[in-house]
């Protein structure tokens, strides 16, 4: 898979978007040769005729098969650029992904024994494509880009467990009210807003019947 995706970005120059790794089986004697055509047949047939059903064994046994990786799906793939721009659009694809690939930070011991095995050979391939070239630092710089990309956040304020730095604290006067704001509280009917009182409406009373309130 780490040659696969090396060719596809180094050699091949696309980006790998969306390509998918599956298992599939064949029967083992399937593509096995059952008899070389003499040349003076081959010569008499028609140009493209194929001979595959002439040599190959068109009664293969099925209980016995060969595992094959298989790579699919590459009609979302894009070329990329042997430059740095290139390298983000093939970390991009490769984050964007299904997993089919080992990633890093996986945070457990056999994910990050298969991510150490799988860059280490992408590496290898890469750096043997472009040996010699000016695009001979692309391949580690898809590397560390997946890395970084890929990377937990850190531990100052922006993971999801820390909630920041502290918002600066208000001035003591915000909490603490005004003497003659308590001295209203005391009573029950105190203002807490700190403006002066009101007398109440003399409305509905009959003359002469008016309260007046210090």
Not at 75 to 98: H, L, Q, S, W, Y
Not at 119 to 140: N, V
Request: proline fraction near 10%; include cysteine.
């Amino acid at each position: 898979m780490a040659d696969a995706l090396a060719i596809m970005h180094w050699h091949t120059r696309i980006d790998a978007m969306d390509i998918e790794f599956v298992l599939g089986s064949t029967p083992f004697d399937h593509n096995s040769v059952r008899r070389p055509p003499p040349l003076q047949d081959i010569v008499r047939l028609t140009p493209g005729t194929s001979t595959f059903e002439r040599t190959t064994n068109t009664v293969p046994n099925f209980r016995k098969r060969i595992v094959s990786l298989w790579m699919l799906d590459f009609d979302a793939c894009g070329p990329i650029t042997m430059n740095t721009a290139g390298v983000n659009r093939a970390t991009k694809a490769f984050i964007e992904n299904d997993p089919y690939c080992p990633r890093p930070h996986m945070e457990d011991a056999y994910s990050e024994q298969l991510w150490c095995l799988f860059s280490r050979r992408y590496l290898e391939t890469g750096r043997k494509i472009t040996a010699g070239s000016p695009s001979q630092s692309l391949p580690q710089q898809f590397i560390q880009g997946v890395v970084a990309k890929l990377s937990p956040p850190d531990q100052t304020g922006t993971s999801s467990g820390s909630r920041g730095p502290a918002p600066p604290q208000r001035a003591q006067s915000s909490r603490t009210p005004p003497r003659h704001v308590q001295g209203g509280q005391r009573g029950g009917r105190g203002s807490t807003s700190g403006s002066p009182k009101k007398a109440p409406s003399n409305r509905g009373r009959g003359r002469g019947q008016g309260r007046g309130y210090r």
